[in-house]
């Protein structure tokens, strides 16, 4: 059996199970130029606007994707900066999943966002860090797209094809999904290694023949005499769920336990602006993914983000007592990345289960 299909069958189950739930849920600026706080005081000035107990840290790095989502609101508006008055705010921009992984291990950020087959690889091999918040079911806002002149109009027209996408990511895992789905062979192409920003200048140069890749990047390979051939939403339909999520460092959430929790509260600021106006935030939005406002629009409505009230659902994060169903979705990902060969090995459920910070939301 093709390694491919035989990971699909044992992902199905599950994946199904999480696609119909998850994918019709309905709920769902750059660094601070202030200085750091040096004093005690400027983080109590902070303690006592929020109402926390606990100290607050002089800095709080957060490590972000150029993703159409709750996060990214909250950063163009500056949410956090006015959560946390007299505390420098820095925002790390990352490429992909695999290199949040990276800053995370090596503890140069207090705050991440993965995709899921990054975050269960991290998990897997014991990185320090701890799920605190579901930011979105990716859909539409993922797929694969070829140049018209390629002659490619389905997955079987593929063979000895150069594709791109970015390894260790969601749409490197949905890319793979999609061949095993269709029977296709991966072996058969040629599939590259790229970050997202990297493949448009590609495509322009005319070295691949498609990509599998997320927004804003879709849109310009679109603009660029591009087709879909298949989204990551029919992908799930099929089995296959992305998402992406947030975590936290070890140390971080052990030492500043409110200010974890002040920072949902931020992302469920911009997760409900997100929604409840979505003009204005696809303005704002705009600046950061590099797109029009009416593309930005359009990107947004290819996702469906979760807020706060949505997480400890039995779908998501759940509660400590039953942890929640994106735990089983993490394993069952872990393991089919073990069957790529792109981990050695994934644990049990219980450590993935462990992994979701579900307490956060306990009343």
């Known amino acids: 059996m093709n390694l491919l299909t035989h990971a699909k069958s044992r992902l199905t189950t599950v994946f199904m199970l999480l696609a119909l739930v998850l994918l019709t849920a309905a709920c769902g600026g750059s660094a601070s130029n202030e200085p750091a706080s040096t004093k005690e005081t400027a983080a109590a000035e902070g ?3 929020s109402g926390s107990t606990d100290a607050l840290p002089q800095e709080i790095r957060i490590g972000y994707q150029v993703s159409p989502n709750g996060e990214l609101v909250a950063k163009a ?3 956090a900066e006015k959560k946390f008055p007299g505390v420098k705010i820095s925002w790390l921009k ?3 999943g695999r290199d ?5 291990a090596s503890g140069s950020i207090d705050f991440g966002l993965v995709g899921t087959p990054p975050g269960a690889s991290g998990i897997a091999q014991g990185l320090p860090n701890k799920v605190y918040y579901i930011h979105d079911v990716i859909g539409e806002s993922e797929a694969l797209v ?3 002149k390629s002659g490619i109009q389905s997955l079987q027209d593929l063979a000895g094809k150069t594709i791109a996408t970015t390894f260790g990511s969601t749409s490197h895992f949905s890319l ?17 290694d790229m970050q997202a920003p990297d493949l448009l200048a590609a495509w322009q140069r005319g070295d691949i023949d498609g990509a599998y890749t997320w927004q804003p990047v879709q849109s310009k390979l679109l603009a660029e005499k591009g087709k879909v051939i298949v989204t990551s939403k029919e992908v799930a339909d099929k089995g296959a769920l992305t998402g992406e999520f947030g975590v936290v460092h070890d140390d971080f959430i052990a030492k500043y336990p409110e200010a974890v929790k002040q920072y949902i509260d931020v992302l469920d600021e911009g997760t409900k602006y997100y929604r409840d106006h979505p003009e204005e935030a696809a303005e704002a939005l705009s600046k950061e993914l590099g797109l029009s406002p009416e593309e930005t629009l359009k990107a947004m409505n290819e996702i469906t983000v979760l807020d706060k009230a949505a997480q400890s659902d039995p779908k998501y994060l759940g509660t400590p007592e039953q942890p929640g169903a ?15 060969q792109s981990i050695k090995s994934a644990p049990e459920l219980d450590v993935f289960q462990k992994a979701l910070l579900s307490d956060l939301y306990a009343p």
């Open 94 to 96: 990352f490429d992909s």
């Open 176 to 192: 793979l999904s999609a061949l095993g789905q269709a029977g296709v062979d991966p072996a058969s192409i040629k599939l590259i």
């Open 146 to 148: 070829v140049q018209e």
């Open 47 to 49: 303690n006592a606007s």
């Open 100 to 104: 949040v992984n990276t800053a995370i």
């Open 326 to 340: 994106f735990a089983a979705l993490l394993k069952q990902t872990a393991d089919f990345l073990v069957e790529q």
């Open 77 to 79: 508006l500056g949410l």
